[in-house]
């Protein structure tokens, strides 16, 4: 009766407040308020005000929301029309005044809202890195390649056989009117090239230094024993395609595509938004249909999504890659509360895929919506994918998951580090949830430090039962919140921490978790965003403390290409303490 009176009461005061315009300073008013009330009486702060830093909400795919609330009252829902409008249109402040006196219900006190600046400066990154695409509507900077670190392990390589015939593309001293078959007689248009014939064993090569506007299209069909090969050639940095809608369109099988890298140039920005560039670009996109093919030692910067999976498109290998600052928005509408999307680095809608090796990062963009938007792995629909051996950093979520069509994929020994206002590492949600339920998502041995006081760990909702979720073996180090499960899920063997040692944790209520779990420090040998190193030190209560599982046949070595149990046990974590 509470609950629904004080819906109705925010509701009805709320529809008569043309408040969109006081979105930005209602929030940060509410936030200040909340926070000191929280601050004063930790166990009581208004029923119907979300916390502002569980509030950030994001984009999945092209349908999806992820509504986020750290409500503890599983019966109590607000109506869609509601939720709504308290989210967007009203900010805090106000919901507060009419809400305190009505309506409360336990939460841990709300942190202030930080800079939004992209100030992170990251380590050397493996492949290109322009670290910041440039916003006007110039052509982004040209790649460069910096020495590769050590931090990955290589991926397995798939060998490639000599090839029966090689056709080359050189845009400055090409000819389309050559025969494309020697470097000296090379094709210089990508039209050309995308008319080719290629047989299964047959090389395509783009010259290094050159640079094309998309689409290159790759319709052609290899063989498991004789793929056929899109690479570079020559010196100088790796072939560049740009400014299509799809800058590379693999559409067959069995095509290997290593070398190449693509970025895309906004179409429009927003300057009601941070300036936010607006358009619609995919770097890699795999069309329905495409299968068993592989994309590595490549590179996107400045698109929608570096690489969209299509429905339908499966077994594919996205590996030892590097995306970055892929942050245009497709949809920026301050007029629709919850229709913001892009800003992605990998979106997986197809099946059977594996996502490894790679580095992602800077996939964070301002969103009317929901503040901040974007993550560095989207899974829409995708079922079995597997996504281990990643390293992701400053994205506003590491991995979503959404539609209840996705089910039975892993997350296994990465390791996601932000410094940015409002990141998350991972979002999915049961079937209470808008776009739930998501089966047998299964979370194994990540490593996550989350700096900033607003960030969140784990958000699972909407019904979080042990059916929807798997969290076991990992670290979550989060300045701001662990994260929200508002079900009994499957947890156990995670260490969690906070720098004050006191993290907030919501499983399914505040300190309640699996007595196999431990609030500890975990003992990182240097604990930090972009510069650090998080080994383990001997002392770490980490170590030797995991679970084994049946997942850890598929993975030989962690994060740092050292094998798996070197002790009693396997240790918590994206790696393995070595003695």
């Known amino acids: 009766m509470y609950e629904k009176a004080c819906t109705q009461q925010s509701e009805l005061f709320l529809k008569r407040i043309p408040a969109l315009y006081l979105k930005r300073i209602s929030i940060r008013i509410g936030e200040g308020i909340q926070g000191a009330f929280a601050q004063k009486h930790p166990m009581f702060s208004p029923y119907c005000i979300y916390n502002a830093s569980i509030l950030q909400q994001g984009r999945m795919g092209p349908m999806t929301t992820r509504p986020r609330t750290t409500m503890t009252a599983r019966s109590f829902a607000l109506s869609a029309k509601a939720y709504r409008v308290i989210r967007l249109w009203f900010g805090f402040f106000i919901i507060a005044s009419l809400s305190i006196m009505s309506c409360s219900y336990s939460i841990v006190p709300t942190t ?199 429905k339908k498109s499966h077994h594919n290998k996205i590996v030892n890659n590097e995306f970055s600052n892929n942050t245009l928005m497709f949809i920026l509408d301050a007029s629709n509360p919850s229709n913001d999307a892009g800003a992605n680095g990998i979106v997986l809608e197809g099946s059977d895929n594996e996502v490894a090796y790679n580095t992602i990062f800077g996939h964070d963009a301002c969103s009317f919506d929901f503040d901040r938007d974007g993550s560095a792995i989207e899974v829409y629909g995708g079922q079995r994918n597997n996504i281990h051996h990643n390293i992701a950093w400053n994205n506003n979520a590491f991995i979503e998951l959404g539609q209840s069509s996705s089910a039975d994929n892993t997350i296994a020994y990465n390791l996601v580090m932000a410094a940015i206002p409002y990141a998350m590492f991972l979002v999915t949600e049961g079937a209470e949830g808008n776009r739930g339920p998501i089966m047998r998502t299964k979370v194994h041995n990540n490593t996550v430090y989350l700096s900033d006081p607003s960030s969140i760990g784990i958000n699972c909702d909407g019904g979080c039962t042990g059916d929807i979720l798997t969290l076991k073996n990992n670290i ?71 679970k084994i599982d049946p997942i850890h046949n598929e993975y030989a070595t962690d994060l740092g290409e050292t094998k798996i149990f070197q002790g009693t046990s396997v240790d918590i974590g994206a790696y393995e303490h070595q003695p």
């Open 112 to 310: 202030t809202h930080l800079s939004r600046t992209y100030h992170f400066q990251a380590a050397q990154p493996k492949i290109f890195l322009p670290l910041v695409v440039d916003s006007s509507t110039s052509t982004p900077p040209a790649p460069t390649t910096p020495p590769t670190p050590t931090i990955l392990p290589a991926p397995t390589t798939t060998p490639i056989p000599a090839p029966t015939t090689t056709y080359y593309v050189d845009c400055i001293d090409g000819d389309d009117e050559n025969s494309g078959l020697a470097k000296n007689a090379a094709w210089q248009s990508l039209t050309k090239a995308n008319q080719a014939s290629l047989a299964p064993g047959e090389h395509l090569l783009l010259k290094r230094g050159c640079t094309w506007t998309g689409p290159l299209k790759l319709p052609w069909k290899g063989t498991k024993d004789k793929p056929i090969v899109i690479d570079a050639y020559g010196d100088g940095f790796a072939p560049i395609i740009e400014n299509a809608q799809y800058n590379v369109d693999i559409i067959g099988s069995y095509l290997i595509i290593q070398n190449l890298f693509t970025r895309a140039r906004p179409a429009s920005h927003d300057p009601g938004c941070e300036n936010q560039a607006k358009g619609w670009a995919i770097g890699y996109r795999f069309e329905p249909g495409s299968a068993y093919n592989i994309l590595r030692d490549s590179g996107a910067t400045g698109h929608t999504h570096a690489v969209k999976v299509t």
């Open 476 to 546: 979550i180090w989060s300045e701001g919140r662990i994260g929200y499960i508002d079900r009994q899920s499957d947890e156990g063997h995670n260490v969690y921490w906070k720098a004050n040692g006191a993290p907030a944790i919501f499983f399914p209520n505040p300190g309640d978790f699996s007595p196999t779990s431990k609030i500890a420090d975990p003992h990182f040998v240097k604990p930090s965003v972009g510069a650090g190193n998080f080994r383990l030190k001997p002392v770490s209560p980490a170590i030797d403390a995991g």
